[in-house]
């Protein structure tokens, strides 16, 4: 059986490395905010003819949109994420891509007030925190029988926020690369990493708690290298 708890050393070392490099990333790209979570309008647009993401950008700086964000989907359209805007004011853009660049069509716009994406950040940063204080509470309600549960509570959630960490680095990093924003689907996805991570956290502890009733004699460090295999 390989010695994982013999060589944890190596394995905190590379994580180590993983989660400060996630955590530089993160101070010094941070995460772009869609739409969702930063006031602002997306629009998505098609050409009938050829238009590159550069004369696009180009377009929007002339008139007056320095800041838009301009993105190209799987099927060929652009994504344009613009400063809050009035009907008046996207009917007035779209009037003027389509001088430039000829026919267009506008299929999809979205809106965000400050105040519906201040309540959004407030809410998804909610529903996180009582995650993670209802995982502590209910490990250690689980493994209420073994010795110190709250320890089992308090390195799950040190798990947790260890994989949490590492997936924002990574999206921090696609967001400084290829401008990836995060929205409500973001929030989703961080959710179901914090679910996967308590449930294969509870499996090993779990493995532990029966080797540990089981096998009482051995030592400790023992009993946790075989609730790997």
């Not at 998505?44 to 002339?62: A, G, M, N, R, Y």
């Not at 995982?135 to 689980?142: E, G, P, Q």
């Not at 709250?150 to 040190?158: D, L, S």
């Not at 690369?177 to 509870?202: A, E, R």
Request: hydrophobic share 50%; aromatic share 10%; proline share 2%.
């Amino acid at each position: 059986m390989f010695d994982i708890i013999g060589k944890r050393f190596w394995f905190f070392l590379v994580s180590g490395v993983v989660v400060l490099a996630s955590i530089i990333s993160l101070a010094t790209f941070g995460l772009k905010a869609g739409v969702e979570f930063s006031s602002g309008s997306l629009m998505i647009i098609s050409f009938t003819q050829e238009v590159d993401e550069e004369s696009i950008k180009q377009e929007l700086t002339d008139v007056g949109y320095k800041s838009a964000l301009i993105q190209r989907t799987g099927e060929g359209d652009f994504l344009l994420r613009l400063p809050d805007m009035s009907s008046e004011a996207r009917v007035a853009l779209e009037s003027q891509l389509a001088a430039k660049f000829g026919a267009l069509e506008a299929k999809e716009l979205q809106s965000v007030s400050p105040m519906v994406a201040t309540e959004t950040i407030r809410n998804a940063a909610i529903a996180v925190a009582i995650s993670i204080i209802g995982i502590l509470l209910y490990i250690a309600w689980a493994f209420r029988k073994m010795p110190n549960p709250f320890r089992y509570g308090t390195c799950a959630v040190i798990a947790l926020i260890h994989d949490v960490i590492i997936a924002l680095g990574t999206f921090s990093i696609l967001g400084g690369i290829l401008g990836w924003q995060i929205n409500l689907m973001f929030v989703i996805g961080i959710l179901t990493v914090i679910g996967y991570s308590i449930n294969d956290t509870v499996v090993i502890f779990d493995r532990i708690r029966e080797n540990s009733l089981k096998n009482g004699g051995l030592d400790f460090e023992e009993v946790v290298n075989n609730s790997f295999g």
